[in-house]
């Protein structure tokens, strides 16, 4: 790719390309130093001595797959995506989706402000209608209070937007008044700003109630921080060998109507989405056990688990989609600043918001709920997904250099995709 030409994230051909063919690529468009392409390439990174300041008890470090998704665009905008996953296919399966839906013009993403909730447990409250009450007619002492140790990020313009009250007269340890602070954390995650603002505000909160906090800290049902994509396939980019483009979008419509209704086939329709969000999550240094917490949760919001996407046919018979969730997502602090590969993953991306990030996040979620839907729809999950299993099999049986892609092929064409049946041909093609 040379100076002159606009950087496009459809390329051709990709994953036929070395790996060193590959990386150089990607180093290209991100315009990576010799540094950065190391850290990429894994011949840097992480080390021990970092990895010892973020948790406990270090000994060494863990390496996953880092991939790159292609032909993402959003927003008229292009992306390669940096995902760091070990299962197969994923990879591979979201890139084809996303080059569906440039056929229609690509993804259009928004989301909210970044708006994080800090709750505050009050007990032994003895009228909570005027505990309540005490609460919101001090709302701007209370919102002064808690900036006054928002340190940076009040500064760039974040910090406390709101108070809420939420009673609960009859609990199993009694009377409950839960006060929310929303608050703007602007480009950072979050935890520890809002977790602050919480604790120094509980005393407020005790005299003002004259009741007594339990309980200070944040939520991850971050339901205020909710990023959307949306985009639309053209029937004909659907069609198979065997199936007309109308037919699979009338299988992907009835297989979304399914995950939709049935909590059981939501919570796989579900899982297949964050196939392609935590990776990204994990690349950039964010914490993907708060997204899962809180995606779920988000999406048994009405009192039953339902999907998180929705998929329609269009007056024109196209497949349309659209995905929210909360995406509470940072680029500063944490392990987004304190992880090499992280940084590195994050100037692929080319990112210059948190706001930005969660719409992507939320683009890549919904091109893997597409990938899923149309594999269930028309040759079933396992055909691509176990074809790309041979290859991690193949490697535990032993396997090596040229030997791999043989041993692959011979499983597929006998439909034995096993362990046992990998070493079996390690032995015999080793002889």
Not at 14 to 36: I, M, P, Q
Not at 40 to 51: K, M, P, R
Not at 156 to 178: H, K, N, S, W, Y
Not at 377 to 399: D, F, Y
Request: proline share 3%.
């Amino acid at each position: 790719m040379t100076s002159t030409q606009t950087p496009t994230s459809r390329i051709s051909g990709f994953y036929k390309r070395s790996l060193d063919e590959r990386a150089t690529l990607v180093a290209d468009w991100a315009g990576l130093s010799s540094d950065e392409r190391a850290i990429l390439v894994g011949d840097a990174g992480l080390s021990t001595a970092q990895a010892d300041h973020m948790i406990e008890n270090v000994v060494g470090t863990f390496s996953l797959p880092l991939g790159i998704a292609t032909n993402f665009l959003i927003n008229q905008r292009d992306y390669l995506i940096p995902m760091v996953i070990e299962e197969p296919s994923v990879v591979a399966a979201v890139s084809n989706a996303a080059r569906l839906f440039r056929a229609g013009g690509g993804f259009v993403t928004s989301s909210d402000d970044p708006i994080m909730i800090g709750q505050i447990q009050v007990l032994d409250v003895a009228d909570l209608n005027a505990a309540s009450r005490a609460v919101l007619n001090d709302k701007a002492r209370l919102l002064h209070i808690a900036d006054e140790v928002g340190g940076s990020i009040v500064k760039r313009g974040g910090g406390a937007r709101d108070i809420e009250v939420r009673p609960f007269p009859q609990t199993a340890i009694g009377p409950m008044l839960v006060v929310h602070l929303l608050y703007d954390c602007r480009d950072a995650m979050g935890a520890n700003a809002i977790n602050t603002a919480a604790e120094h505000l509980a005393p407020h909160i005790e005299a003002l109630t004259g009741g007594r906090v339990n309980l200070r800290i944040l939520s991850n049902l971050t339901d205020r921080r909710k990023a959307r994509a949306e985009g639309v396939i053209p029937a004909a980019e659907l069609a198979t060998k065997t199936l007309s483009g109308e037919a699979v979008v009338q299988s992907i419509v009835e297989a979304g109507v399914f995950a939709e209704i049935d909590p059981y086939r939501a919570t796989t329709h579900n899982k297949g989405i964050m196939n392609g969000v935590d990776p990204v999550i994990i690349a950039t240094g964010n914490d993907w056990r708060a997204i899962e917490a809180g995606a779920h949760a988000y999406a048994a919001r009405n009192g039953a688990y339902t999907s998180l996407t929705h998929w329609s046919q269009d007056a024109d018979g196209n497949l349309r989609g659209n995905i929210e969730l909360p995406l509470s997502v940072g680029i500063v602090g944490g392990a987004t600043r304190v992880h090499p590969t992280a940084q590195v993953a994050l100037k692929i991306l080319g990112i210059e918001s948190a706001q930005q990030l969660a719409e992507v996040i939320a683009a890549v979620g919904l091109a893997q709920n597409l990938a899923a839907m149309r594999a269930l729809a028309t040759e079933g999950i396992q055909r691509g997904h176990m074809s790309l299993h041979a290859k991690q099999l193949a490697v535990a049986a032993g396997a090596e250099g040229d030997l791999i892609p043989r041993i692959v092929q011979t499983m597929i064409e006998e439909g034995n995709i096993r362990l046992e049946r990998a070493k079996e041909l390690v032995s015999e093609l080793t002889l």
